[in-house]
C-alpha cells in the first residue's frame, strides 16, 4: 500500500485510510452496524495494506468505536494507527471531556490513540473546545503517551483556521478537500495554509459523501470519454492522494467492491497526469451547473426532534436535481414514514447550527416541501 509516512517518524500510515462512518448497516433505518458484513471490509483492507482506521465518538450512533475494537482486536495494535475524535457539541459540563475521552478508550479496547482529533472546529465550536479547555487537557494525555499525535479536522474558512494554527504546534489536521470542494469551500486555500506550516494533511470526503461516484450524466460522459476503465470514484481519490503533504486519504467504504477497487488503486498508485488534471477540471465545471445541496451524509444535523430524515431527503433530493427522474424521485419520497419528510420540519433550527456543510436546513427542508408539493400538483 502506498505510504508517505508521517514526519519526524519511521512510522507510516497508508495514503488510503477505513473511515468508518457509512459501514454497512443491519437496515437502511438503523445505524446498527452489521458486524459480519463490516468485519470482512475491515479484513480485506487491512490485507491490502491499509493501517488507518478513522473512527468517532458519534459514528453510528456511537457503534463504531465499539465495532473497530471487536474487528480489530485479531491484529496486533502496533500494526495500525487508530484515530478517534472530541465532539465539542456532547461538551455540557466540566469533566465532560475527561469522561468522553476516557469512554473512548475503553470502547476502543486500547490504551492509546495514534491520532487524536478535536471534531469539526468551526469558529462556532472552537468557543466550546476553548470554554472546556480541551486542548490543555489532551495535550496533557499525549504527555501521558495516551494520544501519539493530536490534530483536529476541520470545516471553516481559511481565516479561521490561521487561528486554529497559532493556538499550538498542531501534529496533524484532517479538511474536507476535493474537485469540487477545492474552490466551492476553499480547500485550496486550507490546503496551502496547512502545506505552509509543514502540517500532515489527511483528507475527508474525497468523493463528496459519494456524490462524485455518480456525478452528472455530462461529467460522467466526460471522464468515461478520457478513460473508459476508470470509475469515476477513482477519479475522485486520485485528485486527493496525488498532493503533496496529503499523508492519508479517507474513504467510507461500505462495500467489498469498494475496498477491492481503492487498495487495487493506492497499491499502484499514480498521481494524475497534466492530461488527466485537465479533464478533471472540465467534468468539474460540467457538475457543478448541476450543484444542489452540498449535504455529505454525516449525520451530525441528527437526530431531529420531529423525525425528518434530513440526510435522506437532500439525498433524494440531489439524486433528483442531477437525474430529473420526477415519479422516481415521489415513489421514493413517498414511501417514507410522514414523520421522516421534509413536510414534518417545523422550523426549530436545532438541526443548522450542527452542520459542517453551514446547509440552511430549515430552509432547504421548505424547498422540498415546496417542490414535492408542485410535483404532486403536476
Ligand atoms: S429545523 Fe426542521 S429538520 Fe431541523 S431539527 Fe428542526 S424540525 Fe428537524
Ligand atoms: S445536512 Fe449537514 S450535518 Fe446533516 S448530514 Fe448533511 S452535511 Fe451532515
Not at 458486524?35 to 478513522?54: P, Q, S
Not at 469551500?185 to 455518480?214: F, S
Not at 492519508?248 to 498508485?269: D, P
Request: net charge negative; charged share 25%.
Amino acid at each position: 500500500m502506498f505510504s508517505r509516512g508521517y514526519r519526524g517518524t519511521t512510522a507510516k500510515p497508508s495514503l488510503l485510510g477505513f473511515g468508518c462512518m457509512r459501514l454497512p448497516r443491519v437496515s437502511e433505518e438503523s445505524q446498527e452496524i452489521d458486524f459480519e458484513k463490516a468485519e470482512r471490509l475491515i479484513d480485506e483492507a487491512y490485507a491490502a495494506g491499509v493501517n488507518y482506521y478513522d473512527t468517532a465518538y458519534v459514528y453510528h450512533d456511537g457503534k463504531s468505536e465499539g465495532f473497530l475494537k471487536r474487528a480489530l482486536a485479531k491484529y496486533p495494535r502496533e500494526s495500525y494507527f487508530l484515530a478517534d475524535k472530541m465532539p465539542s457539541w456532547h461538551l455540557k459540563m466540566p469533566g465532560d471531556v475527561e469522561r468522553i475521552f476516557e469512554e473512548q478508550l475503553k470502547r476502543c479496547g486500547v490504551d492509546y490513540f495514534d491520532f487524536y482529533l478535536c471534531h469539526s472546529i468551526t469558529a462556532k465550536s472552537l468557543e466550546t473546545f476553548e470554554k472546556f479547555d480541551v486542548f490543555t487537557y489532551l495535550e496533557h494525555q499525549k504527555e501521558k503517551g495516551r494520544i501519539r499525535r493530536l490534530g483536529f479536522s476541520f470545516h471553516d474558512t481559511p481565516e479561521v483556521l490561521e487561528k486554529v494554527l497559532s493556538l499550538r504546534d498542531w501534529d496533524f489536521a484532517q479538511i474536507q478537500l476535493n474537485y469540487i470542494d477545492w474552490l466551492a469551500q476553499d480547500a485550496k486555500g486550507q490546503y496551502t495554509l496547512l502545506q505552509n506550516a509543514g502540517i500532515p494533511v489527511v483528507v475527508m470526503e474525497p468523493v463528496r459523501g459519494g456524490a462524485l461516484a455518480t456525478l452528472c450524466p455530462e461529467a460522467a460522459a466526460c471522464f468515461k470519454q478520457a478513460e473508459p476503465d476508470r470509475s469515476l470514484a477513482s477519479w475522485a481519490l486520485r485528485f486527493a492522494g496525488s498532493l503533496p503533504g496529503v499523508m492519508t486519504v479517507l474513504s467510507g467504504m461500505n462495500t467489498l467492491e469498494q475496498v477491492r477497487e481503492n487498495t487495487a488503486l493506492f497499491t499502484a498508485f499514480t498521481p494524475l497526469s497534466d492530461e488527466e488534471q485537465k479533464t478533471l477540471e472540465k467534468a468539474a465545471e460540467l457538475y457543478k451547473a448541476h450543484l444542489t445541496i452540498p449535504c455529505t451524509g454525516c449525520r451530525y444535523c441528527m437526530d431531529c426532534p420531529s423525525g425528518v430524515e434530513i440526510p435522506k431527503m437532500f439525498a433524494l433530493y440531489n439524486d433528483y436535481t442531477l437525474s430529473q427522474r420526477e415519479g422516481v424521485y415521489l415513489k421514493a419520497y413517498e414511501a417514507l414514514p410522514e414523520t421522516q419528510r421534509a413536510a414534518s420540519c417545523v422550523q426549530c433550527g436545532r438541526c443548522a447550527e450542527r452542520c459542517p456543510q453551514h446547509i440552511q436546513i430549515p430552509e432547504k427542508m421548505q424547498e422540498i416541501k415546496a417542490c414535492i408539493e408542485k410535483l404532486q400538483a403536476d
